[in-house]
């Protein structure tokens, strides 16, 4: 009787990705990529002109508060954060505001992408306001500052807002990091007005 030297294989054939497939593939990550990426920026440059916006707010709410209530009022400028804080006369300090129960004067912490800088004064314009004097509100913070010890001094404010209507002259930038674009540049003048450089807001 004759043997069969034929064996049935019962192994499937393995198919891998044709090259078509995976151009495919490929071309379509690059469609969802050029979709979300320019929207991811734009949504980050949103948050920058929103955070100018939000700052510019803040600072103008501050000047308003400082005239109609007739207190002391500064603000303490940190990298990720803004901090409105008043005078107290018991204490003879400057003190976070606390609750909601003033609007626009909590403290406002920035978006994780958004970092604030900060340089005080203008010369050309102190002097222009003080015709090469010292006003009012330039004496009474260098009395506050000088009258403080090393604690206040870490925990005081950088901008004083008087009832006056004068403030501590500054320029401050947002900047959103990882971005390319300019920060956005804020002048707080002598006279509490808040003003943004960049005009495209």
Same mark, same amino acid.
């Given at each position: 009787?004759?043997?069969? !030297? ?6 499937? !054939? ?6 078509? #497939?995976?151009?495919?593939?490929? &071309? ?5 990529? /050029? ?9 980050? #440059? ?7 916006? %939000? ?33 107290? @006369? ?11 129960? %003033?609007?626009?004067? +909590? ?5 994780? +992408?958004? %970092?604030?800088?900060? +340089? ?5 314009? +102190? ?5 090469? =004097?010292?006003?009012? /509100?330039?004496? /009474? #913070? ?5 009258? *403080? ?7 005081? @404010? ?6 006056? =209507?004068? /403030? ?6 947002? *900047? ?6 300019? @920060? ?8 509490? %007005? &808040?003003?943004? #450089?960049?005009?495209?807001?």
């Amino acid at each position: 009787m004759p043997i069969s !030297t034929t064996v049935s294989s019962s192994v499937g !054939t393995e198919r891998g990705f044709t090259l078509i #497939e995976v151009l495919i593939v490929v &071309v379509l990550i690059g469609l969802f990529a /050029a979709l979300l990426v320019p929207n991811m920026i734009v949504g980050n #440059e949103r948050d920058l002109d929103q955070g100018a916006l %939000r700052l510019q707010d803040v600072l103008a709410s501050v000047g308003e508060h400082s005239v109609f209530s007739g207190e002391l009022l500064g603000v303490r400028l940190e990298e990720d954060r803004v901090v409105p804080m008043r005078f107290d @006369p018991v204490e003879q300090k400057f003190v976070v505001f606390g609750g909601q129960s %003033r609007v626009g004067l +909590d403290t406002w912490r920035l978006d994780e +992408d958004l %970092r604030l800088a900060w +340089d005080l004064g203008n010369p050309e314009e +102190d002097a222009a306001d003080s015709h090469g =004097g010292v006003t009012i /509100a330039q004496a /009474a #913070e260098a009395r506050l500052i000088a009258g *403080e010890d090393e604690d206040d001094r870490d925990k005081r @404010p950088q901008l004083f807002f008087f009832p006056s =209507g004068e /403030a501590t002259p500054a320029r401050l930038s947002l *900047e959103l990091i990882g971005s390319r674009r300019m @920060p956005v540049v804020l002048n707080l003048s002598a006279f509490s %007005r &808040v003003t943004i #450089e960049d005009d495209t807001l």
